[in-house]
């Protein structure tokens, strides 16, 4: 996400005074000059961009404007993974606590907003709430682009939709408490994370709707169940529409991509040195363990080695390479179908297909937005969130700020989805059809 900011709820901290906003504004710029990813000053004049705003922030007339101050202040590094939040806020985009993605659309009425993807499982979709309704209001309050809406957990939100035959309805949305961790916005993960069916008896289909957890033991899991309850399809549509990321538990899907063990890039705090030498990699990630007790001796090893080439002044940049699952039936014959949604992990996936020649790309272009995020504590109760690390591909190439273009274009058509089609998955099925 390109620089995300929400306001704390009323009641969660008192207004900060300038010499609060001062202190908290000086340890931003000490973790952006020490941990910010150094591919990303090149063309950054830090201490000028926070002279520039410094008086705005530290005379702001309410949390909510020092918020959206400190905000125009981080997007001056124009990446993504940047943000600044407070640890009290109870509220959340449409994707981490609704399970659900939009984007603009035209109307009779004008630009509104409009689902594109709504993940089985979620708080929407158990709603109601299809792709292709349009957004009206949310609690009786209007929302059009560029605003956007928030969403408080725990609690039933009525969305005003505009659906088939353009018929206005009331959803209630009931959003349950969402999972939570320390330094990290309120999320809500669908129930099942992956879903899989035949779409003729030689296709199947697979839609992965996040990579949670930042080894991803459970959605590797429920990715290889599907795969073996598909049986023996001889084509494979592995739908991505939608999934902005997570963790590394998408290596599980790349490596369903191919029978060997191949590389697929690599990360690294700061910026990578030479692939080879002294500043070579010296860390293999090459499976998702099977269970969630398997990572205490994989974390153990990563921590020992870490330790080790930080002793001797090296970095460690880790190394990733597919699992090497063996022969399936519909190598060679696979799509991945995408959207302007899917991005960060599915990017890596995407690239190393590409690069391999492992499968055709349906739908629309990336976002480009392939960072290692860090999350790192402010006073006061704010956080900060930042680019702090480099990926690459084998090639040493970096895909950040790169939207990788579809092989097959083929653009979310609103007014079908109303009608219940799936245009994009049509031409990803006559493109596998044809494999």
Not at 48 to 76: P, T
Request: hydrophobic share 40%.
């Amino acid at each position: 996400m390109k620089g995300f900011s929400l306001a704390k709820s009323s009641g969660t901290a008192p207004l900060l005074n300038s010499a609060e906003r001062q202190k908290v504004l000086n340890k931003v710029s000490a973790i952006v000059t020490k941990r910010l990813c150094k591919t990303q000053m090149v063309s950054l004049d830090w201490p000028s961009a926070v002279a520039r705003h410094r008086d705005q922030i530290v005379n702001s007339a309410s949390d909510e404007e020092f918020e959206r101050f400190m905000l125009a202040l981080l997007a001056e590094i124009g990446k993504s993974h940047v943000g600044f939040f407070h640890e009290g806020l109870s509220r959340s985009s449409s994707k981490m606590v609704l399970a659900a993605t939009y984007m603009v659309s035209e109307t009779a009425a004008g630009q509104y907003w409009t689902f594109q993807d709504v993940h089985a499982g979620g708080p929407a979709a158990l709603a109601g709430i299809r792709p292709g309704d349009v957004l009206l209001s949310v609690d009786g309050r209007t929302f059009v682009p560029p605003e956007h809406p928030t969403f408080a957990v725990e609690s039933n939100v009525t969305l005003k939709v505009l659906t088939k035959d353009l018929k206005e309805q009331d959803k209630t949305v009931k959003i349950p408490a969402a999972k939570r961790m320390r330094g990290q916005l309120p999320q809500v993960i669908p129930t099942p994370l992956v879903t899989s069916k035949r779409l003729r008896s030689d296709v199947g289909y697979i839609r992965v709707a996040m990579y949670p957890g930042s080894i991803g033991v459970d959605v590797a899991n429920e990715i290889s169940f599907a795969v073996r309850n598909l049986g023996d399809v001889t084509r494979l549509i592995l739908d991505l529409r939608g999934n902005t990321g997570g963790g590394i538990g998408v290596l599980r899907a790349m490596s369903l991509l191919t029978p060997s063990t191949l590389p697929i890039g690599r990360y690294s705090d700061g910026k990578l040195g030479p692939m080879n030498g002294a500043a070579g990699y010296h860390f293999v990630f090459n499976k998702v363990p099977a269970r969630t007790s398997h990572l205490l001796p994989l974390a153990l090893r990563f921590y020992a080695t870490a330790a080790l080439r930080k002793a001797i002044g090296h970095q460690m940049p880790i190394m990733i390479a597919t699992e090497g699952l063996g022969t399936m039936p519909f190598h060679g014959r696979v799509v991945l179908l995408v959207n302007r949604h899917t991005a960060s992990a599915n990017e890596m996936l995407i690239a190393f297909a590409r690069d391999h020649g492992l499968a055709t790309v349906v739908g629309e272009a990336t976002p480009g937005r392939v960072q290692g995020g860090g999350k790192f504590s402010l006073p006061n109760g704010y956080w900060l969130a930042l680019p702090v690390g480099s990926y690459e591909n084998k090639e040493g190439e970096s895909l950040e700020g790169k939207p990788i273009q579809p092989d097959v274009y083929d653009a979310f058509d609103p007014e079908q989805a109303r009608a219940g089609r799936d245009n994009q998955l049509d031409r990803a099925l006559e493109v596998v059809a044809a494999l």
